[in-house]
């Protein structure tokens, strides 16, 4: 399935998007994450491109968007305002399903539930990927209720976070970690990128940007954000960086929530592509025919616990 690229104008930025697909069917927009751009979707778009319009885009500072420096151009506030400009520009008054994975996901739930396009968002599938308001409010509900060591143990997984927050190191890391990125997915990971990304290096060294600018500021002074759109959680049980234990609050704040378990690692979009995309399809094929509760039954979260208990898929 051929590619098509776009060049999108936002708040002093270009960002370079792209679609697959005929642009007649129903739109599903997909956000990757960090230390990536639309590359680790590639896959999967060209899997849903079959049935569905895709669009993605490279996030500012990944890919073949501008790469600005600091953290003023990377809060929230800009992120959501890029995400504004390409549905805009590519689905003009349309509404549409949206899947994200990693940081990609973190910025999905922005767009669910704060951002003006919420009314537009017919369905959310997320991967990897939490709210930071809602992680701020589960740190602070274990610490307060006797779960130190669930928080511990998550933060003990997210020591990259606080390094992230150093200033030039992690750049410099980048530079001899870039080169070699496609080597270190095969050998920790078990997995090889059917492209090899040629801005690796710069999309690692920017993307910290995202984490200086938006990570301390959420989780210290959490907000409440509620989600109405139905919403697939996909949850990698070989994650080595998001622990599971983070979506146990979830049906907190969504009130339609399905979960499904991936035997993958955190790059499932690359490990799991087939199994991803037919997810995502299924995902959105329910929500539009208005009956997902029904055929999605064994997968719907009531209370803070899954109907099948953790299935496995």
Known sequence: MSKQIHSVASRGVQLQAYTWGDSSKTPIVLLHGYPDNHLVWQSVAERLAEQYYVVSYDVRGAGGSSKPKGRKHYKFDLLRADFSAVVDALLPDRDFHL???DWGSIQ???FVTASPE????LSYSTI?????DHVGYWFRERLNKHGARAALKQGMNSWYIAMFQLPVLPELMWRFIGPRWTTILDKV???REPEVNPSQTDDGALGVWLYRANMVPKLLNPEPRYAKCPIQLLVPTRDRF???ALFDDLSHWVDELYRRDIDACHWVTIEETDKVAAMISEFV?????????TTLKAFRVRGAVVDTQE???
């Open 99 to 101: 899947a994200g994975h």
């Open 108 to 110: 999905g739930w922005e």
């Open 118 to 121: 919420r009314e537009r968002i």
């Open 128 to 132: 990897s990927g939490p709210c930071l």
């Open 189 to 191: 990971e078990g997995i």
């Open 242 to 244: 998001v622990s599971t």
């Open 285 to 293: 094929m329910a929500v539009e025919a208005k009956n997902a509760p």
């Open 311 to 313: 299935v496995a898929v």
